[in-house]
């Protein structure tokens, strides 16, 4: 087996996505890292995960201070009473999505590369959307009273919710993309951690993951439901993931305020979403591949191709920006024309400005294989591509608000330290919960990629039968 | 009822032979290892592996999964307790005039009844997968082989399961070492 993967000619044919000697040096290499003997953690993961942790405290602290005070500490004001909260609330539903694209879409595509990223990839989508759901809950100014917000008959509120606006749309679109993304992960964790239990010698372990794994034990029918479910779970999380994003845009959209009035938002919406959540997950594989040396399993293939998907979807992007602006010119509506004119040259050039060199201009050099190739460029590029997804939220939320049909209620949004302190710190739980994720949990679906070898193998014992 | 009972109940006891099992290094091997068994006449047959093996549904005799019904039959429900939810709610409950809107219309149900119908078609996946599995449990005579730590890594088992008519201690072992199986094992419940 190895001598036919490590034949160049072969491999130029055909290239190899899993490079392993076999399928128990497969599950070494992965369940190693989180047994932690074999493969010793490295200091700097303890490090990192210290200043990460840290950050996440301030977030708790934020957060205390705000319940204690009032949403009055965040920078909300006429005219912006939507600001850097719901700016961080699509943004972090937008990284979610690159999650549920790569395990369901891909799947369904039966792209097979994306089976070593899908397992980080769905963990992202995770704690994306708890990071998110921290923003419209703390806004609320009561998250002791969230559930108001669910048709649950209640006796303290007799009120029913109005399911003529959107917003309680959010709600069931959130909660549900939670649920779906949270079940999806822990069915495809399931084989995995029924191998992590048969490894361990460890009493504890063994029946933490004794009883986490189900008793899952590999028979012939438990994969044929496995398959199934996995086969249908996928296959509706394609159009629940098209449809969140939709219906967050629909929070602006069924709106009257030029610049949010459009019904190209949705499909817009998605496509930034996907954008954004691609680069996330590669800024995280980047690291992750580096500090816990898995370029065997994450390789520059998986990273070419994520960096094609960045290229697509942000010219998709950019195409809708061209085609906002063409819109309003066309629509001849004078509050729509001067919005866009305000988003492009008015008080917040600087924030639309980063927008567009972020999310259109430098994608662009991934037409070249040299640059998609380019670990520092493609790093470079997924931070730059979050920076300018962030901004466009901020862009759309801010520019429509600040200025409006009326001269006399326009006004600027200064955020206050503790919107920033909070945003810092949804960024440090993120990053917590996924370090803590990649060292405990399989971050790469071993029976997955397994079935990838496998098929490898036979296609190269069918090339040597065709050779004979 | 004491322990022994209940063991005895379940089908379970250091005394009872629940299987022979034997082991095969690939994929391949099982599925064709797997339909000379069954070609023997073995009906009662399992096979444990660390991934989905394409073929062993056919080779073993495993019935293909109905899960898929059961999805269908909760996506409708899902869909239909949204739409009767928000027509109880606005037309029935609580009749409110908001933005001119009528109190009920199916156009405004569309984006929650969508959610439901999804999100009931993922519990019915999810905890269906299994209710069919016989999961979670925290025990399976299979686990008392000796390589059944390895199902999970890199060994393919063939189980021969003692309540097949054809079954037999001895002779079966020797069947399923004819077709390739190593460490091949009477395995007890």
């Known amino acids: 087996m190895s001598a036919v993967l490590q034949d160049p000619q072969l491999m130029e044919v055909n290239p190899p996505l899993v490079r392993s000697e076999d399928y128990h040096d497969l599950t070494e290499q992965i369940s190693g890292i989180v047994e932690g003997d074999v493969i010793k953690t490295p200091t700097k993961y303890w490090i990192t995960l210290a200043v990460t942790a840290s950050i996440t405290g301030l977030l708790g602290a934020m957060l205390a201070y705000l319940l204690s005070t009032g949403i009055g500490v965040w920078g909300n004001n006429r005219p912006i009473g939507w600001a850097w909260d719901i700016t961080n609330f699509v943004f972090w539903i937008g990284i979610g999505h690159a999650g549920t694209l790569i395990s369901a879409i891909l799947f369904l595509f039966r792209q097979k590369w994306r089976t070593s990223i899908n397992r980080s990839a769905e963990a992202m989508t995770l704690f994306a959307v708890m990071c998110a759901g921290i923003f419209p809950l703390f806004h609320t100014g009561r998250p002791w009273r969230a559930y108001w917000l669910f048709p649950i008959p209640n006796t303290d509120l007799n009120l029913w919710q109005n399911f003529r606006s959107p917003l309680i749309w959010d709600v069931f679109a959130v909660s549900t993309y939670f649920t779906v993304s949270l079940l999806f992960w822990f069915t495809g964790l399931v084989p995995d951690l029924a191998t992590l239990r048969d490894r361990t010698t460890n009493k504890v372990k063994q029946v933490i993951f004794g009883l986490l794994s189900l008793g899952w034990r590999g028979s012939a029918r438990h994969w044929s439901h496995y398959e199934k479910a996995y086969l249908i779970l996928a296959a509706i999380s394609t159009p629940l993931v098209l449809s969140v994003h939709s219906i967050v845009s629909f929070d602006f959209a069924t709106s009257v305020i030029p610049g949010w009035h459009t019904t190209i938002f949705p499909p817009y919406f998605v496509a930034g979403a996907i954008f954004s959540g691609f680069a996330c997950v590669m800024t995280l594989l980047l690291i992750a591949r580096w500090t816990l040396n898995l370029q065997n399993l994450i390789t520059m293939k998986h990273l070419e191709n994520m960096n094609k998907i960045i290229l697509v979807t942000g010219s998709i992007v950019g195409y809708s920006y061209a085609c906002e602006f063409f819109i309003a010119w066309y629509s001849g509506d004078i509050y729509e024309r001067f919005t866009f004119l305000n988003r492009a040259f008015g008080p917040y050039w600087w924030a639309a400005w980063s927008m567009y060199s972020c999310n259109v201009f430098i994608p662009q050099l991934y037409w070249f294989k040299r640059m998609r190739t380019n670990l520092w460029v493609m790093f470079a590029i997924s931070i730059t591509t979050n920076i300018g997804m962030w901004f466009e939220r901020f862009v759309i939320i801010a520019t429509s608000l600040t200025r409006d049909f009326l001269p006399t209620s326009w006004g600027y949004f200064h955020p206050t330290w503790v919107d920033m302190c909070t945003f810092l710190g949804t960024i440090g739980l993120f990053l917590t919960l996924f370090l803590v994720f990649a060292r405990f949990l399989p971050m790469i679906a071993i029976s997955e990629v397994k079935g990838v070898l496998a098929v490898q193998k036979h296609q190269f014992s069918d090339e040597e039968v065709m050779a004979k | ?189």
């Open chain 2, 1 to 189: 009822m004491n322990l022994d009972e209940l063991k005895d109940k379940i089908g379970i006891g250091e005394d009872k032979v629940y299987a022979v099992m034997g082991a095969f290094t690939a994929p391949e091997d099982l599925v064709e290892g797997g339909r000379k068994i069954r070609e023997m006449g073995y009906t009662k047959l399992d096979a444990m592996t660390p991934f989905p093996v394409h073929g062993i549904d056919e080779a073993i005799g495993v019935p293909p999964s109905k899960l898929g019904w059961l999805v269908v039959w909760f996506s409708a429900l899902g869909c239909a307790t949204a739409i009767t939810l928000i027509w109880y709610v606005g037309a029935i409950d609580y009749r409110l005039v908001i933005g001119g809107k009528p109190y009920f219309d199916f156009s405004y149900t569309i984006p929650i009844a969508f959610e439901l119908t999804v999100l009931f078609s993922a519990f019915a996946s999810f905890y269906g997968l299994w209710v069919f599995n016989g999961l979670p449990r925290l025990y399976h005579p299979t686990f008392n082989y000796s390589q059944a730590h390895r199902a999970s890594d890199d060994l393919f088992l063939l189980v021969i399961e003692a309540n097949d008519p054809k079954f037999d201690a001895e002779t079966t072992a020797e069947h399923l070492r004819s077709v390739g199986a190593g460490d091949v094992e009477v395995v007890e419940g």
